[in-house]
C-alpha cells in the first residue's frame, strides 16, 4: 500500500489504515497543496516506475483506489520491458 501511505502523509492522515481508499480525494480533503505534495512524493519514491506523472493520472483515476492500480500498471509495464 505505498500509494495509500503516500496519500496519508499528504493529506496528513494519522494512520494508513484509516484512509478510505475507495474515496475521492475531493472526500478525503484534497486541497491543491496536497495534490501537489502527492505528485512529488510519487515521483521522489519512484511508484510509477520509470514513468513520468502528471496530474493527469489523479484525475483520470479518481480514487486512492485507482490511481494505485495506475502506477501498478506503470511498473509492471517497466517489468515487461526488462524481460
Known sequence: RPFASVVSQAFDVSQTS????????AQLGATSLGIVKVLALIRQQKLAGSHPVDIGILLD?????????ALESLRSFDKEIAH
Do not use: E
Open 18 to 25: 484509516l484512509l478510505n481508499v475507495n474515496a475521492t480525494f
Open 61 to 69: 483515476n479518481p480514487s486512492v483506489r485507482k490511481v494505485a492500480q
